[in-house]
């Protein structure tokens, strides 16, 4: 059994349609949707630690794949840079795969919008300068000229007079330029707080101390998830996923591995679509983390690679073909509907 969620490009932004191959006859299409970076479960109101299933606004079954339709609360829930896993009852479980959702632009998903081009800026107004109006100088009031008696002509001032006063005028500026000298050199030589000495410099850094934690290694599923974001070159994922590929490797590295292979393997890269199916084969000793064993989809990642020539795909393919046909031969339904599509 195999599952894909695509946008419903019928209904809008926000809604979807979960397609599942070899699911059988089902009568009540109840799921369960299961994350796999956490371990919670979706439920009407989000992520929750308790299973709870879920019922697709509508369904209809054609024999060879179920078609649910769902709508927001399951399709802005979802993230393609996390892994899930879909419960079908009576049918099975297997890894939902993401493929070109469209969230809804109401609950703030993270899709695609509709792009709107920047508004231009308004130009600043062009400010008049006025220019000031020129001040009129002030004109030097005449000499006063002294009254004089009826009938005699105006007396003015001697010249000698006036002489004196703009002599008494460049005394009383040379006295103040002299007290300005005066009263600076006291400040300088007496009031003047002294210059106080340079710090000494600060000691240099301990090379040896901790670096801190903010500059810690990021996490497997972190560091995946930044590659995912970036350009996500498949020979780039496939370089940081197979170290993680090893006996022993937690959850969390095995999840992060089999996010960049997935994404390497979508894009057409053979070595990562064998090791995709490694994931799903039940006969891989590789550490399998959140992802369940899938032999469909084991089948369909090892015909991928086999057909752009890995060698290893096919002998894994022939493998897988034997182990199904002991699982049918103990009464498994998945392997026997695996065994009746298999050319």
């Known amino acids: 059994m195999r599952a894909t969620i695509t946008a419903d490009s019928s209904r809008g932004p926000g809604y979807g349609i979960i397609e599942i191959h070899d699911a059988g006859n089902v009568i009540d299409p ?6 796999g970076s956490d371990g919670k479960t979706l439920s009407g109101g989000g992520w929750q630690e308790s299973e709870s299933a879920l019922t697709p606004d509508a369904w209809d079954n054609d024999g060879g794949s179920l078609r649910l339709s769902v709508g927001p609360a399951v399709v802005d829930e979802m993230d393609n840079l996390d892994a899930y896993r879909l419960s079908l009852p009576g049918a099975g479980v297997c890894v939902l795969v993401l493929r070109d959702l469209v969230y809804s632009h109401i609950s703030g998903g993270q899709g695609v919008g509709v792009y709107a081009p920047p508004a231009p800026e308004a130009e ?3 400010e008049t300068v006025t220019e000031p109006e020129p001040v009129a100088e002030e004109e030097t009031p005449p000499e006063p000229v002294l009254p004089s008696v009826v009938g005699e002509p105006p007396l003015e001032m001697p010249e000698e007079r006036k002489g004196k006063k703009g002599g008494k005028g460049g005394l009383l500026a040379g006295a103040l330029l002299l007290l300005l000298l005066i009263g600076g050199a006291v ?11 340079p710090l000494p410099p600060a000691p240099a850094a301990d090379q040896n101390r901790t ?6 290694e990021k996490s497997p599923l972190a560091a995946a998830r930044e590659q995912l974001r970036g350009e996500a070159r ?3 994922s496939l370089a940081l996923a197979k170290p993680m590929r090893k006996d022993g490797a937690g959850a969390e590295e095995s999840d992060a591995a089999f996010l960049l292979l997935e994404d390497a393997a979508q894009k057409g890269n053979a070595e990562a679509m064998l090791l995709v199916g490694q994931f799903y084969d039940p006969l891989s000793p590789l550490p399998h983390g959140s992802i369940p064993v899938d032999m469909s989809q084991a089948k369909h990642w090892y ?9 290893e795909a096919a002998k894994a393919l022939d493998a897988l073909r034997v182990h199904a046909r002991d699982e049918a031969a ?5 392997a026997q509907n695996l065994l009746q599509n298999w050319k």
Do not use: D, H, I, Y
Not at 303 to 311: F, L, N
């Open 30 to 35: 109840v799921f369960v949707l299961r994350r």
């Open 124 to 126: 600043a107004p062009v």
């Open 187 to 197: 400040w300088w030589f007496a009031l003047r707080a002294p210059e106080k000495p």
């Open 211 to 216: 670096a801190p934690a903010a500059s810690a």
């Open 234 to 236: 498949p020979e780039m």
């Open 303 to 311: 015909e991928q690679a086999a057909q752009k020539g890995r060698t």
């Open 330 to 334: 103990k009464g498994n339904t998945e």
